[in-house]
DNA sequence: TATGAATGAGGATTCATTCAT
DNA sequence: TATGAATGAATCCTCATTCAT
């Protein structure tokens, strides 16, 4: 998988003879074994995944598993620390490039989170993450800061933009945050569990649209009516 | 252990039920194992629970275990099938049973749910199945079929009414239905995987409180403004 | 083995019934498998040996091995430390017991050291702890102190009897109890590793006469010439 | 390490024998790796010492490893066989060219093993030797003629000498051997097991010249008061 | 019904050995 | 000649399951 892809860019593939095959290889491995890690990690959980079962994913022995990894549980901390984090530095720069109205910047945020994250297997992270949490403190610990409190910053920044702007209506920044992400950080879940039993599956675009509608339209300030 | 002092307590019983002295134990033994095996698999997952452990929390050897479950799948499907089906038959009575607005039957199922789940370790139920989704898709199918499903008919039956009331626009129900399950059941699964991270912890009233009343804003038919 | 002597014992068979199998057998175990870790270690060292050799050597699976001992060096740690300890103690008793000629004590020193441990099996633990000495340092210390401070202590105080009474010149204690020692441990450590190549063998009554009668007569006051 | 020091050493030999400049290349390697590997086996046993750790203390990858000695086995069995021999050679030579007393004789054998061996690091050949003497039969074999054999014969002529010239006693030669032997060797193997514990340590010099100092007058003839 | 000693299959980990470069 | 990435057999250890009591 990641082999195919990644010789694609001929740019790199000019320097072949001097780098060698090896090389190649080499630097390519970490990333084809965090991909085959995750994926088998999201669907049987941390116990349940057998490094045998790794390894041959990646197409590699299971010795050779361990000349980047020191251990099944430094793996798994790799496949959380690689996956989320550069996808949220992503989005940090998103926001503070952002000029407009901020119902336009929790559309876009939220749909980046799905773009990037809840549709791709890098979804399947907060599955994981929930699933062993328990099993991994500090871990999750790692996980919450670096992921779950920037995530929450970032929303938090937009929906103090609104209410500052008049936009929305002055309620609990902390709380409507989690309102924001819950759906969507759900429906990601989802797809990693229930999904496959769920006979009326979602179009995440038409439920992701809804969602945001009714939140903004249930915190939108013009609303003497209402109150 | 408990063991001792629950036998006090069935003094009455037997004598009510006219049976054999070990009748009422036999009862209880159940009982104390699935509560036993229920915190425990979802503090540690299903792989990370020895059943030396489940035992001994429930105050009884390994072996007797053996006597109530055949094996390790069937006491996790038993953790399952007994947790919050009960529930569900009562949440479904009560709809039944409701007259009035939908919103307050709304206010009122979402109360429930917290209360009798997952305010209580029920709660963590979800996010075991969650978790354990990928290795038994059977019980994960019966869980789905027997709490998931119900809840979502119980819930769009709310919604429903609400939408041919005129109370609510008109929607599709099945995304409403999940927006609205959506903040409650995650709040559930965080109480037992990032909680313990969280300096900035939830008052589950207040949050309660405040999703429903900005999504049942969101959903208010009277919104000439935003058609 | 074991177990046939120890239920020759009539003493303790009458009480069987009462005690069940199980209970001689568990009783029993501990000594049953450090004998059979003892056997191997000695043989083949602590890597060379596998505990499933161990288990099957006494009679049991390898699990239960864990059930006795938590890891493989704890096995380790045990034989060595149930090891000699008991015997040197027993030989502290016989010097506080002595009267007589400081010539007899060393000599009963001396065979009683080969009778209970040279010519038995424990004789292999000496070669057991410096083949392993530099993989257990604790536990070599441990040896050290309890075993080998032990035994020149005791060695010790016998020599400095014959000095004082004037039967020996006055000489350095430490280095005299070295010189006594060495052959007679250096004979049990041969047994366990050269002597199946040696055509010649000693016979350890002799060589252990001819050394105390040589030692002796070396150490003696009444050698005008040597002064 | 050493090996640009040696190397520098080599420009002679380079001429001398005429051979291509790698030459003395080649034959300092497996000098440098024989001593990583004795230093290491000697700490740690034959399977306790990783060829990883051999090869980086000498300097070179692994694999180089494997272009001298086609197996750890086989890097073991060298690291016994170029040990000792050359210097019991040089022994032979010794009492071959020895004129004078067999109480000097000794004296110099003894005190030659100490300086050549006992004090140096192949003195932790005989415990390399003890240790792992049942997993390498063959190679204790080897050893045992080589070097136990030779050095009892060299030892041995010495005291008939001394038993012909009327100097000591006739005494079973084969164990006064021994007896001469033992505590020097003991030493040795001392140095590489319990030393690190020993807070009281030896004096190698003034314990090996006590040594011969008692051993030789027990032996002495002249000792009619004591028969 | 209750116990807990015993079992052994399963999986993480190590390390000697190979081989393409 | 020298390297070091890759391999996989070997072994420790865990834990669900059995069964004699």
Redesign the pocket.
């Known amino acids: 998988m990641g082999t195919g892809t990644t010789r694609k860019g001929g740019a790199s593939a000019r320097t072949v003879r001097a780098e060698?095959?090896?090389t190649r290889?080499?630097d390519a491995?970490p990333a084809e074994l965090l991909a085959a890690a995750l994926d088998l990690f999201v669907e049987r959980g941390y116990?349940g995944?057998?490094?045998?079962d790794v390894?041959s994913r990646a197409?590699?022995?299971?010795?050779?598993l361990?000349?980047?990894y020191?251990?099944?549980?430094e793996l798994f901390k790799a496949v959380i620390r690689e996956g989320l984090v550069p996808v949220y530095e992503h989005g940090e720069r998103m926001v503070d490039a952002h000029s407009g109205s901020a119902e336009d910047l929790i559309r876009n945020l939220l749909r980046a989170w799905w773009e990037m994250i809840g549709a791709t297997n890098l979804g399947g992270i907060p599955k994981l993450m929930i699933a062993e949490s328990g099993n991994f403190p500090e871990v999750t610990r790692f996980y919450f800061d670096e992921v779950v409190s920037r995530g929450r910053k970032l929303v938090a920044r937009a929906v103090r933009l609104g209410i500052e702007s008049g936009e929305f209506r002055d309620l609990p920044v902390d709380q409507i945050v989690r309102l924001m992400l819950a759906p969507v950080m759900l429906m990601a879940v989802w797809r990693y569990s229930f999904a496959f039993c769920d006979t009326t599956p979602l179009d995440p675009d038409s439920y992701l649209k809804l969602h945001v509608d009714v939140l903004l339209n249930g915190l939108r300030a013009t609303e003497p009516a209402l109150a």
Chains 1, 2, 3, 4 share one sequence.
């Not at 995944?49 to 045998?52: A, C, E, K, M, Y």
């Not at 197409?59 to 050779?64: A, C, D, E, M």
């Not at 020191?70 to 549980?73: I, P, R, Y």
């Open positions: 060698g095959r090896w290889r080499k491995r116990a995944t057998r490094l045998d390894a197409g590699v022995s299971k010795g050779t361990y000349l980047y020191s251990s099944k549980e």
